[in-house]
């Protein structure tokens, strides 16, 4: 059983930059795709990226694509999302999770093993 570790979130403001990472527990980390969520307040929790076990294939939200760049580091057990041009409709809670079936999966009920979620506010 993988668990699951944000960092990284914080209070920024627009047009700001965070990174985030996840640190896995687990010797089959490798193995794994993974996935970055968020949640808004009041919201459903929503797809962000997902990049599959080698770091080579990657899938984005529209809202994402262009600003957010998912990356891996096998060797370290992590996975990072670097947020550039940060709007506050970026604000909500950004958790990580394994992808069961592939990357290419946008939808939660594919994901499991969920971390606790680090906030990321942006401030107008």
């Known amino acids: 059983q993988v668990q699951l570790v944000e960092s990284g979130g914080g209070l920024v403001q627009a047009g700001g930059s965070l990174r985030l990472s996840c640190a896995a527990s687990?010797?089959?980390?490798?193995?794994?795709?993974m996935g970055w969520f968020r949640q808004a307040p009041g919201k459903e929790r929503e797809f962000v990226a997902s990049?599959?076990?080698?770091?080579?294939?990657?899938n984005y939200s529209d809202s994402a694509k262009g600003r957010f760049t998912i990356s891996r580091d096998n060797a370290k057990n992590t996975v990072s999302m670097q947020l550039n041009t940060l709007q506050p409709e970026d604000t909500a809670v950004y958790y990580c999770?394994?992808?069961?079936?592939?990357?290419?999966?946008?939808?939660?009920?594919?994901?499991?093993?969920w971390g606790q979620g680090t906030q990321v506010t942006v401030s107008s």
């Open positions: 687990g010797r089959t980390f490798s193995a794994y795709d």
């Open positions: 999770a394994v992808a069961r079936g592939g990357y290419y999966y946008d939808h939660m009920n594919r994901y499991d093993a």
């Open positions: 990049i599959d076990w080698s770091g080579s294939r990657t």
